[in-house]
């Protein structure tokens, strides 16, 4: 059998969520948010960061990062 050869290319198509933390274990983060929902459809949020100011920050400064990619 073959050897299986991860695509890094961009998708239209969504990833799993264990694929994608995966693929974060070769980044240099100094940090993250996680927002998503549970296989029950309850939504769940995890930060490295303990202050809430700065998540909610940085959370509106992905979003505006986001909108501003989706007007290019």
């Given amino acids: ?3 299986v050869v991860n ?3 961009a998708t239209t198509l969504d990833l ?3 694929r994608a933390l995966e693929n974060l274990k070769n980044e240099d983060l100094e940090g993250f948010i996680i927002a ?3 296989k029950g459809g309850e939504e ?3 930060s490295t ?3 809430a100011s700065k998540c909610l ?3 509106e400064r992905f979003k505006k990062a986001l909108l ?3 007007n290019e």
């Fill in 36 to 38: 998503g929902y549970t």
């Fill in 7 to 9: 695509f890094d290319g």
């Fill in 57 to 59: 920050w940085l959370t």
């Fill in 1 to 3: 059998m073959g050897d």
């Fill in 49 to 51: 960061y303990t202050d």
């Fill in 44 to 46: 769940f949020f995890s």
């Fill in 68 to 70: 501003d990619q989706e």
């Fill in 16 to 18: 799993g969520a264990n």
